[in-house]
């Protein structure tokens, strides 16, 4: 009977690699990973700019006598002069988006100022024009002396015999960032650090004061690029509803020259005069490109290089922080319905950068169904207690959701297939069997037989990478780090968590370990110096129990060393920033 029934294990794994190859649809194919569009979107922001304006009115013989009275009225404006939207390009807070949304026109708003305060004083003597912003016609009658000091005033800084106006203005830019609350978390006073005063460019820079804001991933170049999606605000940001999306065709790849029959031109321009103008141009690659400005009677894309330049002028060097990579993995969880996995890593977003709009959100929808039919739990969800190499924007780089599928499909048919000839050796009497009554540990790779902790030997083909046994080399893709729990923190997936401390030291080789429960290993070593703690103690501390964890970090002689990080949040190669303080690595 065990013929038949290796051959039938044989011919399942068969099949699973079969799948896998040709494209037939798994579970594992069936994950939903977050869009472009949805990895963009927090780090959209409506900009607006005010034209703050004191003014002082001066009357002379303001009774209508012959005489010398002088009244003095004065009075602070900031009227609305432009909106648009923007990218924030750093978790610090720059900001880029269209100067025309910056550079605004300054005597507008001292039109305004004049106009309003002169009806307020005269009422019906001196109506608002249907522009507020413009210049009221002078009055017919040449005996009106209010229409004669209000045509005074519209030329700033003068008197006559009518009187006059006395005007200080200033341009004043706030940004509203996405979130839940702009009154808590938004209404931000922003500076204009590019273009300087009196210099002309295609780009503006902002800067406010914030930390762990999202930010896009910025695209080197728009060579290849032909359809795209332009996000914006028309209205304050809050929740989902309020990001508007519109898309556009280049007149082929790389022009940066919206087509001029496109179906959404209409949109578009419609776009640009509520709100949308500077907002970031997504491609299908989940990059920002630039964004997208009228000129002349084209659309035109203001692409990487201008934004390049105008950064490098300020010395701002592109980069995504913890919150974007936090919730990019909470996107996995929730969007595959496992909102018991999801809430907690939402929660962790809105620690990270609170008022955060689309977690607030999402995170209200993951509580109600926690628990509920609509709800898949835990199973298969992404961990997000650890970040990987955030220099290159993260998975979400040049289409990085779906390398994570090819990889994953791939590394799934390198287990199928090792494990198929596992299965085909055991009917022929050849391989190691596991012992009976064992399972192999979720946390063991395939590849490199290292040793099995517990056991007589390990699951051929599987190696525990927390070992870096292997030829005395560090398994791949492995940090040379010891583990060690984070202290004082409960762990956000509500399971018992294992972080990675990095240690500062470098202690000599140790050869010839013996692993654990195995034959020695010439060549292994510590790269870290640190000490392994398992259930809140040491390992020199603990009764290390053969087999254990503890035991084999005791067995190599582990010693405690210091961490780079504030907290304790587990880092990997070339990471920048602790996922739970948000604080940059040194």
């Keep these: 009977m065990r013929l038949p029934r290796l051959r039938l294990t044989a011919a399942v794994l068969a099949v699973g690699v079969s799948a896998l190859t040709l494209g037939i649809a798994t579970p594992a194919e069936a994950h939903k990973h977050p869009t472009p569009v949805e990895l963009i979107s927090p780090a959209v922001v409506r900009i607006m700019t005010y034209g703050k304006v004191s003014i002082s009115l001066i009357e002379h013989n303001f009774r209508g006598s012959t005489g010398n009275d002088i009244s003095l009225v004065q009075r602070s404006y900031q009227p609305l002069l432009a909106t648009g939207s923007g990218s924030v390009v750093n978790p610090s807070g720059t900001i880029v988006t269209s100067p025309s949304i910056t550079g605004v026109d300054l005597k507008r708003a001292a039109n305004f100022a004049v106009n309003k305060i002169f009806n307020e004083r005269y009422g019906d003597g001196a109506p608002m024009p249907a522009d507020p912003y413009s210049r009221a016609k002078p009055s017919a009658n040449t005996d009106d002396v209010v229409s004669k000091r209000l045509q005074r005033c519209y030329s700033g800084n003068t008197t006559d015999e009518t009187g006059g106006c006395v005007i200080f203005t200033q341009a004043v830019v706030t940004v509203q960032p996405f979130v839940a609350d702009q009154s808590k978390f938004g209404d931000l006073p922003a500076e204009v650090v590019y ?33 795209v999606s332009s996000l914006g605000f028309t209205n304050t940001p809050s929740d989902e509803k309020s990001l508007k999306l519109t898309q556009a065709h280049f007149t082929k790849k790389g022009s940066g020259v919206v087509r001029p029959n496109d179906d959404y031109l209409a949109q578009l321009k419609t776009g640009f005069a ?69 809430a907690p890593n939402l929660t962790q977003v809105l620690k990270l950068y609170p008022g955060h709009g689309l977690a607030t959100e999402k995170l209200a929808t993951a509580q109600q169904r926690k628990g509920t039919s609509a709800d898949k739990g835990t199973n298969g969800a992404t961990d997000t207690s650890g970040f990987g190499n955030t220099a290159d924007g993260g998975s979400s780089d040049s289409g990085g959701s779906t390398n994570i599928l090819l990889w994953g499909g791939l590394a799934a048919v390198v287990v199928l297939a090792v494990l198929l000839g596992v299965v085909l050796l055991r009917g022929r009497g050849k391989g190691t069997p596991v012992p009976d009554g064992s399972s192999p540990d979720p946390n063991l790779m395939p590849g490199y037989g290292a040793p099995y902790p517990g056991q007589a030997g390990p699951p051929p083909g599987w190696v525990d990478p927390r070992y870096q046994q292997y030829a005395g080399q560090p398994y791949p893709g492995v940090p040379a780090y010891s583990e060690t729990p984070f202290p004082g923190a409960p762990d956000p997936n509500s399971e018992a968590q294992t972080v990675l401390r990095y240690s500062p030291t470098n202690p000599p080789p140790v050869s010839g370990v013996p692993a654990v429960a195995g034959p020695s290993v010439p060549g292994a070593s510590n790269p870290s110096g640190a000490t392994a703690v398992i259930g809140g103690q040491s390992a020199e501390g603990a009764a ?12 190599h002689g ?17 990471q920048q920033f602790c996922g739970y303080c948000g604080n940059r690595v040194h």
């Design 558 to 574: 582990e010693s405690a060393a210091g961490s780079c990080d504030q907290c304790g949040q587990p880092l990997q190669p070339g």
């Design 195 to 227: 273009p300087t005063a009196g210099k002309k460019s295609d780009v503006a820079v902002l800067k406010v004061g914030a930390s762990s804001m999202p930010s896009v991933v910025m695209g080197s170049s728009a060579d290849e690029v032909e359809a």
């Design 274 to 342: 509520s709100g949308m103008s500077g907002g970031p141009v997504v491609s299908e690659k989940g990059q920002v490109v630039g964004f997208l400005a009228q000129s002349g009677n084209d659309i035109k894309l203001v692409g990487p290089d201008a934004i390049s330049e105008a950064l490098a002028a300020v010395g701002v060097e592109p980069e995504r922080g913890p919150t974007d990579l936090v919730y990019e993995n909470a996107l996995h969880n929730y969007n595959n319905q496992l909102y018991t996995a999801a």
């Design 544 to 555: 290390a129990q053969p087999g254990s964890l503890a035991g084999a970090l005791a067995t």
